[in-house]
């Protein structure tokens, strides 16, 4: 028993950094497009330009799609099948833990005759801790139709770290386009 206690601090922060690093997808799609037809796409930069990020992210994006988009078997082309927009949404967490471990944790901390407002270190001692929570949404254009024929969307938590950005972003971009094309499992 004792060996879970010793075990279960650690079995928490794997699961948070675990959750944590995971992106949830989604994808919508009109039924009647016909995804065997489209061999080609271009970038729409009308659309790509009103996506409220940084250029430098912006082209970290654009790359990832073009790379699986590529590796699926499509061209980049100037008179394109398919036309590829996208979009972001954030929003920032915060959390306030209250730390109630340390000495006289498990003990009585409210006020009393004798006693102080709580008693021991660590008692009472909040940590907030922020995070952004980001969606990328990459939208597929019929070019000839101008109009949305499939559209990806992908959820998770964003880093901090430069030197991990640009790995988050690859790995947001391949969950979301896993999805695509409709139909196929992989």
């Given amino acids: 028993m004792k060996t879970l206690f010793r075990a279960l601090p650690l079995l928490v922060i794997v699961f948070i950094a675990s959750s944590c690093s995971s992106v949830r997808v989604a ?31 912006k082209r970290r994006i ?6 699986e988009l590529l590796a699926k078997g ?15 949404k954030s929003q920032q967490r915060v959390d306030v833990y209250n730390n ?6 498990w003990g009585w901390g409210g006020w009393g005759p004798g006693w102080g407002p709580g008693w021991g270190w660590g008692w ?10 980001g969606t990328l949404y990459i939208d597929l254009i019929d070019a000839a139709k101008k109009e949305l024929v499939w ?25 979301i386009m896993e999805k ?6 992989q």
């Fill in 27 to 57: 994808a919508d799609y009109d039924k009647k497009a016909p995804f065997n037809n489209y061999k080609t796409f271009a970038f729409f930069k009308t659309g790509i330009d009103k996506a409220e990020i940084s250029d430098l992210d």
């Fill in 62 to 67: 654009l790359r990832a799609i073009e790379a």
């Fill in 74 to 88: 499509y061209t980049k082309s100037d008179n394109p099948d398919l036309l590829v927009s996208l979009f972001t």
């Fill in 100 to 105: 109630t471990w340390g000495y006289g944790a």
């Fill in 124 to 133: 009472n001692q909040p940590t907030v801790s922020t995070s952004t929570q």
């Fill in 151 to 175: 559209q990806g969307m992908g959820t998770g938590y964003l880093s901090r770290n430069m030197e991990k950005k640009e790995e988050r972003i690859k790995e947001f971009v391949s969950k």
């Fill in 180 to 185: 695509y094309p409709p139909g196929v499992t």
